[in-house]
T-cell receptor
Framework: GQQLNQSPQSMFIQEGEDVSMNCTSS?????WLWYKQDPGEGPVLLIA?????ELTSNGRLTAQFGITRKDSFLNISASIPSDVGIYFC?????????????FGTGTRLTIIP | GAVVSQHPSRVICKSGTSVKIECRSL??????MFWYRQFPKKSLMLMAT?????????EQGVEKDKFLINHASLTLSTLTVTSAHPEDSSFYIC???????????FGDGTRLSIL
């Protein structure tokens, strides 16, 4: 099936650093979602974006829905140990993220002590 | 918040066994649930869309006779992996829609290991 391209694949950072990751698609999506997955668990929704150009924050997380509707980025400021995990973007052709989701390839975040 | 529960969280069984995985929405009714499969260090791939009271819609390449889905109530969908073989070993995750205008909420997944 189709997948969204996420970059980088992995990141090794020190605590306190800012993080930036992005997601690109060859197709247009009407909803972009960002999830975090911890080992052995299901994805947890971080931010949902419903409008092209939209910039939304959730605490230290900020995400934007690209104007072309083919990309999105997620920034994490001042990383902390609990930010470790795998981050997935997901695109949905519907306007509410309530139909079939296409997931990105994931970005694995590791914090170096 | 919306809670989706999956059971069992882990199952190990012999080749040829059929395994049933349950997905429940605990504090809301879900007319639509989704089933995903995730291989190690890979992304989630949608297997099928489960609608309450009707047949599931399977994604291309997913065998409907292999992966039986039943959505008998507004709070429960089940995925049965029939005559499981080692290549069916994977992490299976369900999600449920809380309602119109709401994004999907995911369960904690079921790790299936076929010996």
């Amino acid at each position: 099936g189709q997948q969204l391209n996420q970059s980088p694949q992995s990141m090794f950072i020190q605590e306190g650093e800012d993080v930036s990751m992005n997601c690109t698609s060859s197709s247009i999506f009407n909803t972009w979602l960002w999830y975090k997955q911890d080992p052995g668990e299901g994805p947890v929704l971080l931010i949902a974006l419903y409008k092209a150009g939209e910039l939304t924050s959730n605490g230290r997380l900020t995400a934007q829905f690209g104007i072309t509707r083919k990309d999105s980025f997620l920034n994490i400021s001042a990383s902390i140990p609990s930010d470790v995990g795998i981050y997935f973007c997901a695109g949905d052709e519907s306007n509410f993220g309530n139909e079939k989701l296409t997931f990105g390839t994931g970005t694995r975040l590791t914090i170096i002590p | 918040g919306a809670v989706v529960s999956q059971h069992p969280s882990r199952v190990i069984c012999k080749s040829g066994t059929s395994v049933k995985i349950e997905c429940r929405s605990l504090d809301f009714q879900a007319t639509t649930m989704f089933w995903y499969r995730q291989f190690p260090k890979k992304s989630l791939m949608l297997m099928a869309t489960s609608n309450e009271g009707s047949k599931a819609t399977y994604e291309q390449g997913v065998e409907k006779d292999k992966f039986l889905i039943n959505h008998a109530s507004l709070t429960l969908s089940t995925l049965t992996v029939t005559s499981a073989h080692p290549e069916d070993s994977s992490f299976y995750i369900c999600s449920a829609l809380q309602g119109a205008g709401q994004p999907q909420h995911f369960g904690d997944g079921t790790r299936l290991s076929i010996l």
